[in-house]
């Protein structure tokens, strides 16, 4: 079965941190961009962070630049999310998303909570 598995997500004070996985099976992740993205209640999904699929390029949304920090481990099957100086508005469900930009195939993982609260 072809799917991608998040975990790592929690409660944490601001200012704390956290890091996401996005684990593959059934496909290995090395020719896929991944996406982070995030959807907090009432708002639309949006945009965390990328990082490419050739080159392992990343890019982040400005709300969390300096922040988080995505990277792939090849061995493991595995992409990660560190996200550092969390704050209340980084409450959200976060998703990663697996795509090959060669063959079209697209996955999406079923999201792990992040709160951030004290």
């Known amino acids: 079965q072809l799917q991608l598995v998040e975990s790592g997500g929690g409660l944490v004070q601001p200012g704390g941190s956290l890091r996401l996985s996005c684990a593959a099976s059934?496909?290995?992740?090395?020719?896929?961009?991944i996406g982070w993205f995030r959807q907090a209640p009432g708002k639309e999904r949006e945009g965390v962070s990328c990082?490419?699929?050739?080159?392992?390029?990343?890019s982040y949304a400005d709300s969390v630049k300096g922040r988080f920090t995505t990277s792939r481990d090849n061995a493991k099957n595995t992409v990660f999310l560190q996200m550092n100086s969390l704050k209340p508005e980084d409450t959200a469900i976060y998703y990663c998303?697996?795509?090959?930009?060669?063959?079209?195939?697209?996955?999406w993982g079923q999201g792990t909570q992040v709160t951030v609260s004290s």
């Open positions: 998303n697996a795509e090959n930009l060669a063959t079209g195939e697209d996955y």
């Open positions: 059934g496909f290995t992740l090395d020719h896929y961009a």
């Open positions: 990082i490419s699929g050739n080159d392992d390029t990343t």
